[in-house]
């Protein structure tokens, strides 16, 4: 290679690299997280009782001497701090975008009969039902509405993280694990 076309690729990067930065400096805003909306206006820990129903199953739990008990269904487990961090994830969660509004179907979003249905009922006022539905198409967010709101807005998926562990708790209460006098391994 010839200095002339050393010179000349120098002088090409250099140029290329001032156009790339006037051109794309400020562009790139990044959103911050103080213009989101919170999903519900909830303070976990002013909360009471917390139902959750979906396909056929329910857990109910109250707030009873600094913790979460179960009290649906009769002899069902769950920890606590599971319940609490399920009351968290209600509480900080986020608006990600509104999706839409009434007049859409709301089925293709999966709140329809298959949707989890959670009602939060704090310690004073009347109670807060949030149904859930379906995860995005990326599976990086869950599709939610406010019971009494037209809109359906997306929402981060810890929520349903959250209840699946729930409902894996009551689950694995019921069954059992071993089998009395079976030999190890089967």
Do not use: C
């Not at 002339?4 to 794309?24: K, N, S, T």
């Not at 396909?55 to 009769?74: F, K, L, N, T």
């Not at 968290?88 to 298959?114: S, W």
């Not at 939060?120 to 019971?147: C, F, K, W």
Request: aromatic share 8%; glycine share 10%; proline share 5%.
């Amino acid at each position: 290679m010839r200095w002339r076309q050393v010179v000349l690729l120098y002088a090409v990067a250099v140029a290329l690299g001032g156009w790339y930065w006037h051109v794309g400096r400020g562009q790139l805003e990044v959103p911050r997280t103080e213009d989101r909306r919170r999903f519900l206006n909830l303070d976990a820990g002013r909360l009471r009782e917390v139902r959750v129903r979906r396909a056929g199953s329910v857990m109910v739990s109250r707030w009873d001497a600094g913790g979460w008990v179960v009290v649906e269904p009769a002899g069902g487990f769950v920890p606590s701090d599971l319940i609490a961090a399920f009351t968290n994830a209600l509480a900080a969660a986020e608006e990600i975008a509104r999706v839409a509004d009434g007049t859409t179907d709301a089925k293709q979003y999966g709140l329809d009969e298959r949707a989890s249905r959670i009602e939060i009922v704090p310690a004073s006022g009347d109670p807060i039902i949030v149904v859930l539905g379906q995860t995005n198409p990326t599976g990086t967010a869950v599709y939610a509405r406010r019971d009494a709101a037209p809109e359906i807005i997306l929402v981060g998926r810890n929520i349903r993280y959250y209840e699946d562990l729930i409902f894996e708790a009551l689950s694995t209460r019921e069954a059992p694990t071993t089998e009395q006098g079976a030999p190890v391994g089967g």
